[in-house]
Each structure stands twice: as C-alpha cells, then as structure tokens.
C-alpha cells in the first residue's frame, strides 16, 4: 500500500511540483496560525473558566481565544518560525518554534498576573496557557516532521544517488546532509557525517552516522560506506588548502563543495544540488586569498578617467571590471584584438551600465594612433597592461617584442607626459628578473626606460610630472594561455597532460587577487617604484597536474598519463621576483613591497633604444637579441638559440647605472 500511494504522488504532476518547491511563506504562516486557532479550541472547549465576572464579554472563550491568536501572530512575525523552508527544516526551525511557545505562554501569564493584581483574579487560566503552548509547539512540529518524511519518501523512490559523506559537524554541515537526503529528485545521497574534530566519538546525528576525522582512517570509512565523493562547506577550503585535500586525493576520492545554508534559494528557483560544485584547483592555492584595501584606490579613482592598455586580454578585462566597480566616471579600454573586445563590451554594458566606456582600437606600437586616443579622452591615470607574453612565440619572434613591449610602452609613457597623466602604471612579469628569454627581457628593458625617464624628469624639473610606477607578479591562475585552461583542457580530451619538466616551478596568483594589487600598488606609488607581491609559496607544475587530474576523479598514470617535453627555449625552473642584486624595502600592505633596483642613465637607454629601433627596422633578430644582452647584461639565455651571443658580449659594453 505505501509503494502504491509513493508510485501515485510520483505520477501526479501537481503533487510532484507541490514536493518539488518551497512552501509559500504565507502558507506556511496560515497553518501555523490554524494551529494557535485549534489549541485554543480544544483548550477551552474541554477546560473554559471564563473570567466574565469581571471582565464581562471580554472574559469569555472567546475573547480569550482571539487574545492568545493575537499574541501568537505578533510574535510569530518577530520570531519569523515561517521563514524556514520546512523541507530543510532542522534544529534551527525547532529552536524557533519552541522561542515562540515560551514567549507567547511568557506574555500571557504577564497579562494574566497584571489583571490579578489589578483585578483580584488572573485572565487567563495558567494551566490553559501551558497547554495552549504545547498543543500548538505539537501540531507546529508535527506538521513539519510529517512534511520532511514525505519528503525523504518521495524523494526515495525509485531514484538512484551518488553517495556522499559531508565533512563538517556544524549546523551548517548537518542541514545540508538533511537538504540533500529530502530533495525532490537529488542526485546526491549523504551516507555519513564526517568531523573536523579528531578528538570526537563516534555518534549518529538525524540518522547519519558521525566519525572522527582522521588520515589513517579515511580509506575504510569511504570503503565500509561504498562511497567515492566528499562534500564540504565553501567555509572550510582554508582547512582543505592545509593539505587535508591531498590526504583525499590520494585515495581518490572526489572533492564537492558546496555554499552555506543560508545562501541557498528560498524561492523554488535553485535545487539544493545547484549549490554543490566541483572544487578547482584555483581552490587549493597553498596560501590564503589575498584581500587588498580598495578604500584609498576607490577614493583615488572615484569620478576619474581611466585608461587601460591590453584591456580584452586576462589581466586587462579583470582591472577594467574592478576599476568600474571603483565608480570612475569613464574608462577607455585599449586593445587590438577587435572579436574579444567586443565580448568584453557586452560584459561592462550588462555588469557596469553606468560607467561611461570608450572602446579604442588600436596597437600600442602606433604612436599616431595611440596620440589619438589620449588626446580625445585625456586620462588622469593609465594602466598599462598590453604586452606579448608568451615566451617561446617571443624567442623565435624578437623584433615583434621589441616592438610591442618595448616601444610600445615608450609611446605611451612619452604621451602620458605630454598629456600629463598623473600615474602611469606598467604591469611588468617576474620573468624580468634575471631573464633567461626575448620575453623577459623586452620586459625588463620596459622597466628600465619608465624608471629613468621618471627620474630624468624629477631632475630636470622640480614641478610635479607623471609618476611611473612599474609592478611585477608571476603567473596568473587561468589567464589565456596559462598551464591551467591548458592542462583542463588535456585531461577533458582524455589525456596525456604534457608538462616540460617534472622539476619547474612557478609562482601564481588569481587575476582579482593580481589586479587589485596592482590598482593598490598604483594607487600608493609615488613615482620610480617597482612593486613586487608576496605570491606564496611556488608550485610544482607537476603536482599541479596531477591534483588537476585527480580532482576530475582520475588516477595520473593511469587514466591520464603525464608526458614531459623538454624545456622550451628560453624557458627556465623557476621564476624569480627579485635578482641577486635588489633588495626590497616594505609599505603599509604586507603582500607588496618595493623592489631595490638600479636606476640606468635615461641619455644612455635612449642611445640603446635607438639603436634598437635601427636594428628592429633591419630585422636582424642576432643583433636584436645582442644589443637587449647590452641593456640587460643579467640577461643569459638558457636553452635557446640566443645562449651563443653570450659569449660575444664584453661586460665594458653594458649600459651604465646611475645613483637616484
């Protein structure tokens, strides 16, 4: 009989969509209240003791039944019991209600023990009141537990789940398992509760049973329960990054998070299960997320025309969406990628439609066209932000980084002081330090001429002129064409992931976390810095593949194998943020500091710079790469073509360095 009445609520579309969503707060309030109305009737029904002696009609039944209803309703909107989605309902739903009765009973008996003392006999019957307040608490509670029970039925049937255990042993964790076990056609299906403490006993909490945390004992836990997936809190991925996700991984079991109760969608628009994802590697940065003060930034860039070089690229995109969140009254996105700048106008129109945007076309190599656009929008502060980056395109490519990177950056920094840009912010790479490719060092040559220049001005002028201010990270966490979307991309084609060395590090940084340092670090700078940040520790590319691999619930090695290539030319193990020479010196955000650098004769970069521009004219990628060894004589090249022009440098031929 009871499969029989399961099958027909399973075939009733009503009963399925009635199941399936919410209950109207409304509704849920009328029945509560229905409740009040029937303790009250059956309370006095079966024990009236009017107190109309005194009090005439307002003594009788009935007057007290519309006294206790109005209570009742009063308080039910201050303590808001309807609020809570039944189906989800647990602990806390319970702790409202029994607030309410308590309350409520608390309210009368003060009424009833102000008219004794006014009258000489209470209003209300003190026992009335007491049974009031447990007929209605009974039928409350009642109702709801019978709701979540054909719930948990209705969802029961015939469906099958994937099994999972929540970590966790807060209400959070608790209410979630309960959401996920009374979820109309869920997917998941929590088997055991999973506690953070180690120190805690085994119990059973709403049914699941509950362990201790502990590396030892999770391969039998998830084997005794037939169970392959982990579900936690978005509020302990600090607790995860600590190195507890690895202790999961290597029995591979998959990793889901999911977002706090009080996030989920009270209105029948989201399922319970919309709230569970996969984690992302991005999750496991073995740091914590870095928050940069956009309070003094916002006060600076408020009402302000800003303009942003290589604005559809990664870096660019994110610094244009915070700079507009930042309220600036226009922002002008630079770049020559026409098909993502259009993408990227579709965004700002939808997210910041108040923001005045202007979308300039053009290569920051064009000196005419980039004169055009800081003439017809005169920024106040530009980030600079365009830059070919990629290293082996770049060393079998010099003249186009000499071009883009290097000349590009002086056409804009010689019109940012025409113009009388106030700041100028270069967004410079940690493979500027010591570098070991064309990529590198094109970045590093950038720096050195913005830096001069800006003390060459300060010399020659003491009137205030544009600040240059230069900042230098590692990579970025999903950045176009960074190992990340790369290696997501290997594993979803079935494999092999193709890393270069087994042995290579890199340091990274998510793009907002990357981004709202450097508006910070624009925003503090006062002119010839060169800022670095605090990436954390570095990573072992490889044990990024294989956590990559292992959180799509794969086994490296043997789903998905792992093939290394060879370093590519220019390409080193490891990236640095600061050469030999430099020391750093801090500011008042701990996660960025001031590189020490040497500052270079601005007359002398000229005369390199010209000659640079000649040979560039020519074409002859040897000398290229010779004369950038000149202006950079840390430049060795490693594992490329270039290593044997080395040699041919004289050190008596490197550019000189001036005191500040």
């Known amino acids: 009989m009871r499969r029989k009445i399961l099958d027909l609520l399973h075939d009733s579309p009503l009963i399925t969509r009635f199941l399936s969503t919410p209950s109207p ?9 229905i409740f009040v109305a029937l303790s009250c009737l059956a309370t006095f029904t079966f024990n009236p003791e009017p107190q109309d002696r005194f009090l005439g009609w307002w003594g009788s039944a009935l007057a007290q039944s519309i006294v206790v209803f109005t209570v009742y309703a009063v308080l039910m909107m201050v303590t808001r019991t309807f609020r809570y989605i039944v189906r989800l309902s647990v602990v806390e ?14 309210v009368l008996a003060v009424t009833s023990m102000v008219t004794a003392f006014a009258f000489g006999a209470p209003y209300f019957n003190l026992w009335n009141i007491f049974v009031i307040g447990l007929l ?143 984690i992302h590697i991005e999750d496991l940065l073995c740091r914590d997320v870095i928050q940069a003060d956009t309070t003094e930034v916002e006060q600076v860039l408020r009402g302000q025309v800003v303009m ?8 660019g995109s994110e610094i244009v969406n915070q700079v507009a969140a930042l309220r600036a009254s226009e922002v002008v996105l630079v770049d020559q990628a026409e098909t993502p700048m259009h993408e990227l106008q579709l ?40 830059a070919y980056k990629h290293v082996p395109m770049m060393e079998r490519n010099p003249s186009e980084a000499i071009l883009t990177n290097v000349f590009g950056t002086k056409n804009l920094a010689d019109l940012a002081v025409k113009y009388k840009v106030e700041k100028f912010v270069m967004i410079s790479t940690d493979k500027a330090v010591n570098p070991t490719n064309v990529m590198g060092a094109s970045k590093r040559i950038a720096e050195i001429y913005v830096q001069s220049y800006f003390y060459h001005l300060r010399h020659i002028s003491d009137n205030g002129s544009t600040r240059f201010i230069t900042t230098r990270f590692g990579n970025v966490l999903g950045s176009n064409g960074s190992v990340i979307p790369l290696f997501r991309r290997q594993i979803e084609q079935g494999g092999p992931v193709t890393l270069t060395h087994r042995d290579i590090i890199r340091y990274f940084m998510t793009i907002p976390e ?66 030999d020479k430099e020391l750093t010196m801090t500011t008042r955000n701990n996660k960025i500091m001031i590189a020490k650098v040497r500052v270079y004769d601005y007359d002398e970069v000229q005369r390199h710079l010209e000659t640079l521009r000649e040979l560039t004219t020519e074409g002859e990628y040897h000398d290229i790469v010779a004369e950038m060894k000149r202006m950079v004589p840390e430049y060795k090249s490693q594992n490329s073509v270039w290593a044997s022009i080395d040699k041919e440098i004289s050190k008596t031929e490197v550019i000189n360095e001036i005191p500040r």
């Open 25 to 33: 707060w409304w509704l849920v309030l009328m029945a509560d209240l």
């Open 93 to 106: 739903d319970m702790y409202r209600v029994v607030a309410l009765t308590v309350s409520a009973s608390a």
């Open 136 to 278: 209605s608490f009974s039928l409350m509670m009642f109702s709801r537990l019978g709701i979540k029970y054909i719930y948990r039925q209705f969802t029961a049937n015939g469906i099958q789940r994937r099994r999972v255990i929540v970590l966790g042993s807060t209400v959070d964790s608790f209410a979630f398992a309960s959401a996920l076990l009374n979820e109309p056609a869920g997917i998941y299906k929590p088997v055991a509760l999973l506690s953070l403490s180690s120190d805690s006993l085994p119990a059973t909490i709403n049914g699941l049973p509950l362990f201790p945390y502990s590396p030892d004992t999770i391969k039998e836990i998830f084997d005794t329960y037939k169970c392959d997936t982990l579900m936690f809190p978005s509020a302990q991925l600090k607790f995860m990054r600590s190195g507890v996700a690895d202790v999961f991984l290597k029995h591979h079991i998959r990793l889901l998070v999911f977002n706090q109760i009080k996030e989920f969608d009270d209105k029948g628009g989201k399922s319970v299960s919309s709230s569970v994802r996969d």
């Open 308 to 315: 942003i070089t290589g604005a559809a690229g990664s870096i």
């Open 347 to 386: 965004a700002m129109e939808a997210n910041h439609p108040e923001i005045k945007m202007h979308l300039f076309v053009g290569d920051v190599a064009n000196p005419a066209r980039m004169e055009q656009a800081f003439m017809r929008y005169r920024p106040r502060y530009v980030f600079h932000a365009a």
């Open 514 to 579: 990357a981004c709202s340092l450097v508006l910070q670090a624009g925003t503090m700078g006062q002119g010839g810095e060169i800022f670095i940040f605090d990436m954390g520790q570095p990573v072992k590319i490889y044990d990024l593949a294989t956590r990559m691999i292992s959180l799509s619930g794969l086994r490296p090695g043997e789903d998905i194998e792992i093939i290394e290539t060879g370093l590519r030319p220019g390409e080193k193990l490891y990236e640095e943020l600061l050469n």
